[in-house]
């Protein structure tokens, strides 16, 4: 196959020449692009949760599988069950992709000379902060979202009951007081800075190599193959950080006692009780999740920006 050596020089030009966004735009399009590809991938991410919490503590598994908890929750709790939480993952996505993405490309704006954009390892750097940045913001958000998708598979009387996402912050910091709502902030932050890390700077590696190899031209296509590339990396690395995450998020505190004493408390139980490949519990939903959101997101991120460069009459910038 011969390589399209043109389109290269122009389109590796143009990944590589960037044209500054301000930074207020920057939050708003990360926001904006979190927001719409929540809407697709929330009954996906509600399986995931439901999957890390099946057979908790080693007791019997509520789902078999992927498919199965799916057509589970669907056959019990409707089509309405499979978007429980819809509220949440949108202000989280609001909250979390906002900052993250905004934070992300203002450092690489910042760290891009010459219109040459940083090495691999300094968007490792960038990534981490951004997800530090971004899943401090977005926990209240985050255990909300956690509380409200694990809710169907209790049973009535001990279901939280939140009406949307709100309805959760205010019942929390009530019920349980403020710092509840920044509860496994910590494996929450470890979490981002490893998703981060993985997704935004694969994705942006992923992107440079197809442009610059001929083969591809800088569009959907080329966002496409880079975000389910990003998207595997991104779910092998960090599962065993997210299954902590969820279960210190969803946990209920009797009589004083916690269930887990930190993320180290659950790791430890998970591997004993449930074996160690229970650490990537809901792989396929996580990846069938994250593998969309992350193509979604990027996509999104992109049209959204090439809409405002139009409306600007400015060139695209690379991410």
């Known amino acids: 196959m011969e390589k ?7 389109d590796a030009s143009q990944a590589t020449t960037p044209s500054a966004v301000p930074k207020k735009i920057n939050f708003l399009l990360g926001g904006l692009a979190g927001v719409s590809a929540v809407c697709f991938t929330q009954p996906l991410d509600l399986v995931k949760n439901r999957m890390q919490l099946s057979g908790e503590g080693g007791a019997a598994r509520e789902y078999k599988t992927s498919v199965h908890a799916f057509f589970k929750i669907l056959r019990t709790e409707g089509v309405i069950g499979i978007y429980n939480g819809i509220s949440a993952g949108m202000l989280r996505q609001a909250t979390y992709s906002t900052t993250r993405l905004g934070v992300y490309q203002s450092l690489f704006d910042s760290c891009s000379k010459d219109g040459k954009p940083p090495n691999v390892l300094m968007k490792l750097g960038i990534g981490t902060i951004a ?19 694990a809710d169907g598979r209790l049973p009535k009387q001990q279901q939280r009951g939140y009406k949307n996402v709100f309805d959760a912050c205010i019942r929390i910091t009530r019920e349980e007081g403020l710092k509840t709502l920044w509860r496994g902030c910590a494996p929450t932050i470890v979490r981002a800075m490893v998703v981060n890390a993985a997704q935004l700077a694969t994705y942006s590696q992923a992107k440079e190599f197809l442009i610059s190899s001929g083969y591809i031209r800088d569009g959907i296509g080329c966002h496409f193959a880079s975000s389910l590339l990003s998207g595997f990396v991104t779910t092998v690395v960090s599962m065993p950080v997210d299954i902590t995450k969820t279960r210190i998020q969803n946990m209920k505190i009797v009589n004083g006692v916690p269930e887990y004493s930190g993320a180290l408390d659950v790791l430890r139980r998970v591997v004993q009780k449930e074996g160690i490949p229970s650490l990537w519990k809901g792989f396929t939903p996580y990846f069938a999740r994250l593998g969309p959101h992350t193509v979604l997101i990027f996509v999104f991120l992109e049209q959204f920006k090439i809409i405002y460069f139009k409306l600007t009459t400015q060139a695209p910038q690379p991410i």
């Open 4 to 10: 399209r050596t043109s389109v290269t020089s122009k």
């Open 131 to 149: 997800g530090a940045c971004g899943a401090f913001v977005g926990n209240p958000a985050e255990i909300s979202l956690i509380r409200m998708t």
